[in-house]
């Protein structure tokens, strides 16, 4: 079984900053692109972040020069470095990996258990 293990949220004062991560764990083969999404109260789900196996980011327009999208391989874990956060970033934040289970698999998209960003004004 693969899960996606998420930490760093909480509670900050807009300007603030704060780190997510969140781990592959459990037996598989290889982990392909990681991101991050994120769904405040009453809203969809919306895309934030993502990052190839090669180190190729991509962001929202929302988040383009606050938010690092980075990943260690080595550990198969991705990172989400928000800085000058706004009450408008306040969300449950979650993770997701494209995973490779064997050699033979196809890949399949994993999801984090989501992890709560509160921004106060």
């Known amino acids: 079984q693969v899960q996606l293990v998420e930490s760093g949220g909480g509670l900050v004062q807009a300007g603030g900053s704060l780190r997510l991560s969140c781990a592959a764990t459990?037996?598989?083969?290889?982990?392909?692109?990681m991101g991050w999404y994120r769904q405040a109260p009453g809203k969809e789900r919306e895309w934030v972040a993502a990052?190839?196996?090669?180190?190729?980011?991509n962001y929202a327009d929302s988040v383009k020069g606050r938010f690092t999208i980075s990943r260690s391989n080595a550990q198969n874990t991705v990172y989400l470095q928000m800085n000058s956060l706004k009450p408008d970033d306040t969300a449950v934040y979650y993770c997701?990996?494209?995973?490779?289970?064997?050699?033979?698999?196809?890949?399949?998209?994993?999801w984090g258990q989501g992890t709560q960003v509160t921004v106060s004004s």
């Open positions: 997701n990996a494209d995973v490779r289970l064997s050699y033979l698999s196809d890949y399949t998209l994993r």
């Open positions: 990052v190839t196996r090669g180190g190729a980011t």
């Open positions: 459990g037996s598989f083969f290889t982990v392909n692109d």
